[in-house]
């Protein structure tokens, strides 16, 4: 079956350290863009990427960082330049741009401890 | 700017109510305004609208929007527990990403 995969769905990072979430698809989309949730808000842009080796900020990059290496897969990395990490991320892909609507992953909780 | 506003936040009602969740949006180029329903993970589509006065339904849920007055409605007949969820409206942004409102929190109290 066709969709998207993010891993892991919990994750524990210390304060200073890195992490990286993944996000696969087998959709054969061509744009990924992954989102941050906080509780009683609504899904804030961090990146996106519209084709191999490319990608653009959104509204909230500092402290992130993506790469895009290939078609599938579109992994985000937590640095420790974010001051505020804690949060639900999702990855969401779309098989092309105007009306279209978003497949969207599980979802990445992440837990500073 | 664009952006989605969406209100209220958060409703509480009981089983068998009717509700009506509201979205109004500014986006440059308007293309589409999409509604989604958001569990515990990942978000689910209901319902795309893209042309003004037209509704879209879907059992006990439909949605219309207003191109004029640049906001669409969501409304649920009927409410079950089930439905309890955060609906998120959201529209293509000129820059091809999904701006989304903040999220109406419904909560149906058996």
């Known amino acids: 079956d066709g969709g998207i995969t993010q891993s892991p769905k919990y994750l524990f990072r210390k304060e200073g350290q890195n992490v990286t979430l993944s996000c696969e698809q087998n959709?054969?989309?061509?744009?990924m863009y992954w989102y941050r949730q906080d509780p009683g808000q609504g899904l804030r842009l961090i990146y996106y990427s519209q084709i191999v080796n490319d990608f653009q900020k959104g509204d909230i990059a500092e402290g992130y960082s993506v790469s895009r290496e290939k078609k599938e897969s579109f992994p985000l990395t937590v640095t420790s330049a974010q001051k505020n990490p804690t949060a639900f991320y999702l990855c969401?892909?779309?098989?092309?741009?105007?009306?279209?609507?978003?497949?969207f992953g599980s979802g990445t909780r992440l837990t500073v401890v | 700017e664009d952006k989605v506003v969406q209100s209220p936040l958060s409703l509480v009602v009981h089983e068998g109510d009717t509700v009506t969740l509201n979205c109004s949006y500014e986006v440059t180029n308007f293309r589409s305004l999409l509604w989604y329903k958001q569990e515990k993970k990942a978000p689910t589509f209901l319902f795309m609208l893209?042309?003004?006065?037209i509704e879209k339904k879907s059992g006990r849920l439909s949605s219309i929007l207003d191109k004029k007055e640049l906001f669409s409605i969501l409304n649920i007949t009927a409410t079950q527990t089930g439905d309890s969820a955060v609906y998120l409206c959201a529209a293509p942004s000129n820059n091809n990403d999904m701006r989304f409102g903040a999220g109406t929190r419904l909560t149906v109290k058996p």
């Open positions: 893209t042309s003004s006065g």
């Open positions: 959709l054969n989309h061509d744009a």
């Open positions: 969401a892909s779309r098989a092309g741009v105007g009306i279209y609507g978003y497949t």
